[in-house]
């Protein structure tokens, strides 16, 4: 999931579209999100488990590959 922060909302829609993501998007317009993560710098990427556990995170941008192998292995695979 993506979540837009620091822009407006149409600045966010306009970058998901340009970008043509197929993934959730949203926005933090008021940073609640960001605050509650600790998103201190963009991009970042985490993946937060259905408990809402933050269980693993980096800053920058990062490949398909490296996000897939993170996935996998909180997911225990």
């Not at 993506?2 to 970058?15: C, I, K, P, Q």
């Not at 317009?29 to 937060?48: H, S």
């Amino acid at each position: 999931m993506g979540v837009g922060l620091l822009d407006s909302r149409e600045a966010s829609l306009g970058f998901v579209q340009r970008h043509r993501l197929t993934f959730p998007n949203g926005y933090d317009g008021d940073g609640k999100v960001a605050k509650l993560y600790g998103f201190t710098y963009q991009p970042f990427w985490a993946v937060i488990d259905r408990s809402h556990n933050l269980m693993r995170a980096g800053f920058g941008p990062t490949s398909e590959t490296e996000l897939l192998s993170a996935i996998h292995q909180v997911a225990g695979r």
